[in-house]
């Protein structure tokens, strides 16, 4: 009975448990935070020092997983973009009005001056010849139809030019060759004919075409335009015996002299570059041309006004109606 009435609690053996180690790293663990939390203030820039040894943490940041739609940035586009739409009709009308009232004083002086004088070609008072036309782009052509027609006058100053340098080219292969008389002697046909032809077979029909809307003057040009355009790839082409320094006499003449061939290459390259330009022109023209509402139907039209308005073809008719009314009457008699 003696071992059943011990104490258990005065054993040497048995330790204390609130000695044991988890449960003091526990108690000091718990005291130390609260002694940090219990010196923290929240409405001062100190922290405590538990917290401080943590590293400084950045705030979150919602980060869209994708792109904002796009459809706001092309609205403010389109909206600025029919501005600036809206201000470049009103410049370009602004121009249009000021072109139309400047042509209009200016019709107006010629008027009170007794009408307008030719001025092209453009020669001295002295010379025996005047002029024989009246051309002033910027007076007789509309606003949007002016930079073709003076496009297509300075192709034919081209053209001139091209002439003019065929007939040097073909000088100089004379001279070196006396057999090429007949090359040269076509050189110089075709300058003085080719050169006022052109200007008044197709230039003047697409300047007064532009001027008054005229189908007829349209179909005049394109028909004169493709033969034109005909003679200047033969040109080019340069066949010895047609009077023109085209490739096939440029390489001829090329083997007899290297001076002489290399301008006569020259020349067949100012060809080739008016064949190009010349074509270029003619879908440009072409393509103006169905806008402004030009048809066959109207040149016909024109083409029979035109006739009918003709003061010989007018006497022409008369005679013929009175010869005819006479003979009706004698026979009746």
Known sequence: MSEHDSNPFTEPELSNPFQDPSVTHARQTTTTTAATMAEYNPFTDSKPTAMASKPPTQPAIMKP??????????????????????????????????????????????????????????????????????????????????KTVKIMYYLWMFHTGTLLANLLGSLAWFCVDPSRG???????????????????CWYRPVYGAFKSDSSFRFFVFFFVYVCQLGVYVMQSVGIPGWGACGWISALTCLNANVAVGVLTILVAALFTALVVMSLVMFKKVHAMYRTTGASFQKAQQEMAAGVMSNKTVQAAAATAGSKAAQGAFKESI
Not at 98 to 115: I, K, P
Not at 183 to 194: E, K, Q, R, T, V
Request: hydrophobic share 35%; charged share 25%.
């Open 182 to 200: 007949v090359d040269f002697g076509l050189a110089i046909l075709w300058f003085l004919l080719f050169t006022p032809c052109s200007f008044v």
């Open 65 to 146: 997983t994708e792109e904002p739609p796009v459809y706001s940035q092309p609205r403010v586009q389109e909206s600025t973009g029919g501005a600036g739409e809206l201000l470049r009709r009103q410049e370009e009308l602004e121009r249009k009005a000021a072109e139309l009232d400047r042509r209009e004083r200016e019709m107006q002086s010629l008027s009170a001056s007794g009408g307008r004088r030719n001025n092209w070609p453009p020669l001295p008072e002295k010379f025996p010849v005047g002029p024989c036309f009246y051309h002033d782009v910027t007076v007789d052509i509309p606003v949007e139809y002016q």
